[in-house]
């Protein structure tokens, strides 16, 4: 009996060597702990559907040495304080718009300039270029941001309101929620509203209780939150193509070996193609969407939309002059000029 206890003690200890052997085997060498803002919906979304993709492919791709944690519903706190637990290291990655990092550097604010891209085929070749380059270097240099790439967040930039919007003169004196963007800002002052930055997680409330009037995004973007249920016009002026970006530590980003930084920069760059594809094709589906709710959506005329050019675009760009870094500016407005006339548009 006690030769048979001994092998029985001795097969334990082997099993549970061989069970803790196989677990540091598999055990993840990396960590990627990433922020979104969003609850996770099932169905396809623009952003949803190529975040689960995004995780499966690193994960399967470093064969396991990376674990993805993705915190939905702005778990690891609202977004402007986790992207700055991002650029301290304390998170690893954070999905958000433009706006976001423009604290951080200044120079990200060349964005916001009106009715810079004629189309989305204009703003894509920019972005993915030189420029779009350029930015995230100047981002990873001044703040500790790493932008991966530059995806789509929803499309053109549109503003709703309570009160019918048909033409320029509708939003005077109106409050707008924007972002902690300064360039954004100065679009509302010109269209003689009140530009009122407020955290995306309490915008609902924010409209609801009438602490803003109205505010600015795509159409997609506007859905996440239900917006249709506080707000009931929108007019399509499309005032700024909206980009967002994969945002990674650079700390993080730099402690992975080169074959890792490939496998998570692949990644992020199926991520954009996915999630520019999903969100073109669901523009049309979205309005479909928000009309049916209720909601009033006015397309302006050309004549309109060029008011809103000349009121807005001269201020944002004596901005820009000021607070951008001119290698950026030249080499944005130029590519935009060569992008657009290949367009046509």
Same mark, same amino acid.
């Given at each position: 009996?006690?030769?048979r206890?001994?092998?029985l003690l001795?097969?334990?200890?082997?099993?549970?060597?061989?069970?803790?052997?196989?677990?540091m085997a598999f055990?993840a060498?990396y960590?990627?702990?990433f922020?979104?803002?969003?609850?996770?919906i099932?169905?396809?979304?623009?952003?949803?559907t190529?975040l689960?993709?995004?995780?499966?492919?690193?994960?399967?791709?470093?064969?396991?040495r990376?674990?993805?944690?993705? #915190?939905?519903?702005g @778990?690891? /706190?609202k977004? %402007?304080?986790?992207? *700055?637990m991002v650029a301290?290291?304390?998170?690893e990655?954070?999905?958000?718009?433009d706006?976001?990092?423009s604290?951080?550097?200044?120079n990200i604010?060349?964005?916001?300039?009106?009715?810079?891209?004629?189309?989305?085929a204009?703003?894509?070749?920019?972005?993915?270029?030189?420029?779009?380059q350029?930015?995230?270097?100047?981002?990873?240099a001044?703040s500790?941001?790493r932008?991966?790439?530059?995806?789509?967040?929803?499309?053109?930039?549109?503003?709703?309101?309570?009160?019918?919007?048909t033409?320029?003169?509708?939003?005077?004196g109106l409050?707008?929620?924007t972002?902690?963007n300064?360039?954004?800002?100065e679009?509302?002052?010109?269209?003689?509203?009140?530009?009122t930055?407020?955290?995306?997680?309490?915008l #609902?409330?924010?409209? @609801?209780? /009438?602490?803003? %009037?109205?505010q600015? *995004?795509?159409?997609?973007?506007?859905r996440?939150?239900k917006l249709?249920?506080?707000q009931?016009?929108i007019?399509m002026?499309?005032?700024?193509?909206?980009?967002?970006?994969?945002?990674?530590?650079?700390?993080?980003?730099?402690?992975?070996?080169?074959?890792?930084?490939?496998?998570v920069q692949?990644?992020s760059?199926?991520?954009?193609?996915?999630n520019r594809?999903?969100?073109?094709k669901?523009?049309?589906?979205d309005?479909?969407?928000?009309?049916?709710?209720?909601?009033?959506?006015?397309?302006p005329?050309?004549?309109?939309?060029?008011?809103?050019?000349?009121?807005?675009?001269?201020?944002?760009?004596?901005?820009i002059?000021?607070?951008?870094?001119?290698?950026?500016?030249s080499c944005?407005?130029e590519?935009?000029?060569?992008?657009?006339?290949?367009?046509?548009?």
């Open positions: 009996m006690k030769i206890h001994e092998n001795r097969g334990l200890a082997v099993s549970t060597c061989a069970a803790m052997t196989a677990s055990a060498d960590t990627m702990k922020s979104i803002s969003d609850t996770e099932a169905e396809e979304h623009f952003t949803h190529p689960r993709a995004f995780e499966k492919e690193i994960e399967e791709k470093s064969g396991g990376i674990e993805v944690q993705v #915190y939905w519903s @778990q690891l /706190g977004t %402007d304080s986790v992207v *700055n301290n290291g304390l998170v990655a954070i999905m958000g718009a706006g976001f990092a604290p951080y550097d200044q604010q060349v964005l916001g300039i009106p009715y810079l891209f004629n189309d989305r204009a703003a894509y070749e920019v972005l993915d270029g030189e420029c779009g350029m930015l995230s270097d100047s981002l990873a001044k500790g941001l932008a991966a790439v530059w995806h789509e967040n929803g499309g053109y930039r549109n503003y709703s309101a309570n009160t019918p919007l033409s320029v003169e509708d939003l005077k409050k707008i929620r972002m902690n300064p360039v954004h800002m679009i509302v002052n010109a269209l003689g509203a009140s530009p930055p407020i955290p995306w997680q309490d #609902y409330t924010a409209l @609801q209780t /009438g602490v803003v %009037d109205g600015e *995004n795509s159409l997609a973007i506007f996440i939150p249709e249920e506080v009931k016009h007019i002026d499309g005032h700024v193509y909206s980009p967002g970006a994969l945002y990674f530590s650079q700390s993080w980003w730099d402690s992975l070996p080169e074959d890792l930084q490939e496998i692949t990644a760059e199926n991520f954009r193609d996915m594809e999903i969100s073109t669901a523009e049309e589906s309005r479909a969407y928000l009309e049916a709710q209720g909601v009033s959506i006015y397309d005329t050309p004549e309109q939309k060029q008011q809103f050019r000349d009121l807005t675009q001269a201020p944002a760009m004596e901005y002059k000021d607070n951008v870094d001119a290698e950026i500016l944005f407005l590519a935009a000029e060569v992008a657009n006339a290949k367009s046509g548009s």
